[in-house]
């Protein structure tokens, strides 16, 4: 069951898709959605100059899947306005350069949403929006030149399913990854909810 979805506040707008199975997956749909996963990591943890463009990032989020021959035909990520319109750019990261490429620059908004879909059988997206910010870890003199070196936070607080999930073809830091962001999810939300939905969300949320 894929779910696209999200809402228009006074804090901003928000995008966030996520992929469920309410019955057991086979080894083929976990497969299919680790590489998915695998891509979305690559694009959030990824260390860029500012102004790159999103064309230049968009292989990060699909080298998984073509590493078996699969792939996805929509873009990877686009502007998201505040109270806008959800889809907004100049920004945006996808295959194809636009005709007037604008790149990403510090305190852009963009979504990350790898997919893969097969007619008739199922459908993969895991979405999350996320906010372009110094990269603080890089070494001055790892900088070329003036260049200012980026990453993304994600500021989309949605667990990922889990039983979707094979560990075996994660690395270490892949799994580290996912476990500090549930753990974060988790830490964000559970003083807002009720006893019994905490309870849930912290089943969502354990480590992998």
Known sequence: FLLDSGGQYMEGTTDVTRTMHFGIPTDYEKECFTRVLKGKAAMERVIFPEGILGAQLDSLARQYLW?????Y?????????????????????GPRVPTNPVGIFQNMVVSNEPGYYEDNRFGIRIECVQIAVEAHSMPLNHQAGNSKYLTFENITLV?????????????????????????????MLSPHLSAEDQVWLGRATLPL
């Open 67 to 71: 590493q078996v021959g699969r792939n």
């Open 73 to 93: 035909r929509h873009g990877t990520g686009h502007g998201v306005g505040a109270a806008l319109c959800v889809h907004e750019g100049p920004q945006t990261i």
């Open 159 to 187: 667990p990922i399913s889990r039983n979707l999930i094979e560990p075996s073809l994660m690395t270490k830091d892949e799994i580290d990854w996912l476990n500090a962001y549930h753990s974060r999810v988790y830490k």
